[in-house]
């Protein structure tokens, strides 16, 4: 069966309550890079924040950040459009790529596209209630065109997450127009315990979400538990030639009492895909399963 | 096995090019609705159209045809809030039905809530382009704790529009909190053709529906096809114990050459039922199998 592809979520929005090893800075996120691409990660994929946490999508972040990244190893780069917390217009929130793009020192290797529109509340289990109840995670089909658009302009390689079906069948409708093309890379977003705005992270959930996998396109997909123990779904992912995305981002993995770090998660992943006959693919190999295009700087 | 509940969908925004058979003015629904009701419908849906067949969201409208629906029989109604065509905010939204609220003459049976958001931009397939690229259904978490807030208020019946699996986990979480209260109606919107916005109208898109249904509460599940023919999966929604919403705002039925009426598509599901085993629900059967509560009006 084909190598398989592990990305390293590494923090998401996650807080450092659940597991302190969550990454904030630039500098704590390019050791974790460097980190998980030696344990195996080909991809890693990072949101800006500040030393306290909170959201930071200025473009220097993400410049610093990809420029360190790159000089510790070849791990391809994966960032955020920024997802709800950044909730300006097409332009705007591709505006931290536009600036990446400009040296081949701080551009990313991905850009993502969550290929439709979803209520993305956040549940608190302790209290039973919402602690918010007016986010909608707004991509409307112009905003997707556009981030498409200039995905392909810079020779990026879109990164499609699918929440629920409609965003499937979106990027179907995509690959028919030509706006993205084949083999398009497809992040099946599950959601538990404190977001229901993904399917389930159960064997239903996913067994709901392939099936609609676009047929005459060739397709590579990848998943993902947004806020869910993805180790539950990992041997079924693996055994069906799916590919593994995952991290503190997500989840605040542990062994028992003990908090594991990101890379540890990866040596996890890695040890079991081999287990089962799969082998970690190496950045090269990722780029020539996905056919990556090559990078263009703007001159 | 349950008496299956048929609902007439009559005219959606659906136009006459493809079956002009399609009602508008009120006249016209209020005859359609009789029809449908004598034919083996228990509920009667439909959108407030003007006489070029414009979306006429105006309280008058709706107070006209609900009054005279209810003078042509006991068939339950159900009307729009507006879907996209009527992007206000959530008081303005549910406006129209507290107009109708005033007078048992016109007051609904059902107020529908889609339980999420999700962009619904129509295809065109002769073009093999989008025609729209701007339309995202918005239905936050708090608009729908309004709308379910209004409609317990007034003894209605809310009706579950579920797109996606996202929104049927949404519905879960509102049981959960007590916003909606068993048995929940819920509504699995398939769409296909020109609007791919739900799941497809195969039995793969229903299979991927019907195990999320929240399992700790009794739900009352019926099918939709959204511009496809639900006819294709009618036998299977009838042995699974689902009910049946069809009609000509959904999809321009036809005989051959000849243009079916909404009443002549409700006589072809009730005798694929009768056929299978299952008889018609009552109006009657109806409210007791929804367990619906007692409409109140204002003093």
Known sequence: MDRIIIEARVNELATRNGNPHVPFLPGEIIADAKACHDAGAAIVHYHGRGGDGAPDHSAEFYLETNAGIRAGSDILIHPTLGYV??????????????????????????????????????????????????????????????????????????????????????????????????????????????????????????????????????????????????????????????????GLGDYAYRDGARNLTNAEVIERVVAQARALGREPASVAETRQILQMPAVRIAA
């Open 85 to 246: 917390a950044n909730d300006a217009d097409a332009m705007g929130r591709f505006a931290a790529v536009e600036e990446m793009m400009k040296s081949a020192e701080t551009a990313p290797d991905f850009a993502p596209m969550d290929c439709g529109s979803v209520n993305v509340d956040w549940w608190n289990p302790e209290t039973g209630r919402y602690d918010t109840t007016d986010l909608i995670y707004k991509n409307s089909t112009g905003t997707l065109m556009h981030f498409a658009e200039r995905i392909a302009h810079h020779g990026l390689k879109p990164y499609l997450v699918s929440w629920n079906v409609s965003f499937t069948r979106q990027i179907e409708q995509f690959l028919k127009l030509g706006v993205l093309t084949a083999p398009a890379y497809i992040c099946f977003c599950l959601t538990d315990e404190i977001i229901f705005a993904g399917h389930p992270g159960t064997v239903a959930g996913l067994d709901a979400h392939t099936p609609f996998l676009p047929q005459d396109y060739r397709c590579v997909w990848t998943v993902v538990n947004y806020k869910g123990d993805l180790f539950q779904l990992t041997e079924k992912i693996i055994r069906e030639g799916g590919h593994i995305s995952i």
